[in-house]
């Protein structure tokens, strides 16, 4: 224990036990009209000056410094982050600071103020960064999930490092992996996972956390490096310090920066800013890119070789099948390669290694149509109008009034008796949506 904290204690026991009446009676008495009460957050220096930070009950940050004429209850040298106090300022210096951590202790001074360096969030940003961290994080302890709070904030401030300025994180994204799977099989599943998220740790302690070769503290990291990390590589705003709080507060039970009513807002009012932005991009999408689709299929009709149906469709034979064509009650068995007007690869089946099966009348009417135009055998590429495809809706993958380019291989219809429908993870896209 250090000197700081061995004088705290004595000076709390010599307190406690030999002048509680005094004590009492001073938090009884009424507090200086013109008295700071709060908890502090920061004790700095500046030119050997104790500078000391502390956050009042209404959020505020307020700052003294103190100088040879400050009179303290409590030493200054022994006074330290957390601790409240009462101080009387002139000029932003110190006068007199009243130590009444007893005083909270005993609840004769009724006070919960957050120890965190952050000023309370007021943009609607920090206001869902902090509400965010701190949900999420509840949301695991409902589900009973629990892991080392502090490799947990550790790795979410590398992934959101790594999001936003390519920094490396202390594991390769396959090692990762690895660790959530290890963690599975040695702890979760062995019923050896923590019930908490451990004891309370300060930032600088996280941030000087090392590799460790303990698979809960793996685990940890790599769970809080994948969910920052995906949530900006989905467009998420997290604003990084408010963002830790939240886990900070909820996994060390802080006071919280935000009541309930408010994260509830601030969850609402951030839903509501994507649900509109998205709707704005939305409606500018579908115009831009129907235009383009039509001008590129215009211009491709006169191509060699290229068809087009009454319905629009665009197809061109690749290699000629001789085999029957299918029908739309019919199973297929087929290749395929879904790809944008700019060369993007969407899906394709040849990346599993396997074919595909599906019914005809299962896919989006341009896949449809193209399938019964095609031989068993045969191979095209086809462009499909926005409006036989995926249309004003688009999917998670293709934008509002995509055009869609199809490179599909007929390779076999299946026999009714034994024909499924069992499409492969890469036919979600043309099968359904």
């Not at 090692?175 to 908490?196: C, F, H, L, R």
């Not at 989905?234 to 886990?247: H, T, V």
């Amino acid at each position: 224990m250090n000197r700081s904290k061995l004088a705290k204690c004595a000076m709390a026991f010599f307190t406690m036990t030999l002048v509680v009446p005094v004590l009492f009676a001073a938090g009884m008495k009424e507090t200086a009209p013109n008295a700071v009460t709060g908890r502090i957050i920061s004790i700095s220096s500046a030119d050997s000056v104790p500078v000391i930070t502390v956050r009042t009950e209404e959020g505020n940050r307020v700052v003294f410094s103190t100088d040879k004429n400050t009179v303290s209850s409590y030493p200054i040298a022994s006074l330290s982050s957390g601790d409240y106090i009462e101080t009387v300022a002139q000029a932003e210096v110190a006068q007199t600071i009243r130590y009444i951590n007893p005083l909270v202790a005993m609840k004769i001074k009724d006070l919960s103020i957050s120890g965190s360096l952050m000023e309370v969030p007021q943009t609607l940003a920090e206001r869902f960064s902090y509400t965010y961290g701190y949900l999420l994080l509840q949301s695991f302890a409902n589900q009973n999930l629990f892991f080392h709070g502090g490799y947990y904030i550790k790795g979410s401030l590398d992934g959101l490092a790594s999001a936003t300025q390519k920094v490396p994180g202390s594991y390769t994204l396959d090692e990762m992996y690895t660790n959530i799977d290890t963690y599975q099989s040695t702890v979760w599943n062995a019923g050896k996972a923590p019930t908490d998220f451990g004891p309370a740790e300060s930032l600088d302690t996280i941030n000087a956390l090392t590799v460790s070769e303990d698979a809960t503290d793996a685990f940890s990291y790599a769970y809080g490096y994948l969910l920052a990390y995906n949530m900006v590589a989905q467009g998420i705003e997290l604003n990084s310090d408010f963002y830790i709080a939240g886990i900070m507060d909820f996994a060390y039970t802080n006071p919280t920066l935000l009541t309930d009513e408010e994260m509830q807002s601030a969850f609402s009012e951030y839903q509501a800013k994507i649900e509109k932005e998205y709707a704005e991009w939305s409606a500018k999408a579908k115009v831009e890119n129907l235009a383009k689709a039509e001008d590129y299929l215009a211009q491709n009709k006169s191509n060699e070789g290229v068809i087009t149906t009454d319905s629009g469709l665009q197809y061109q034979i690749q290699v000629a099948g001789t085999g029957p064509k299918p029908a739309a009650t019919d199973t297929v068995e087929v290749n395929y390669q879904l790809q944008l007007s700019d060369g993007t690869v969407v899906e394709s089946s040849y990346d599993s290694g396997t074919t595909a099966h599906f019914g005809v009348s299962q896919v989006i009417p341009g896949f449809q149509e193209a399938l019964l135009n095609m031989n068993t055998g045969s191979q095209i590429r086809c462009w499909i109008h926005p409006t036989l495809g995926y249309g004003e809706e688009g999917t998670q993958k293709i934008e509002p009034n995509s055009l869609l380019v199809f490179d599909i291989e007929l390779v076999g219809i299946d026999p009714p008796a034994t024909a499924t429908t069992t499409p492969a993870a890469a036919v979600t896209t043309p099968a359904t949506n």
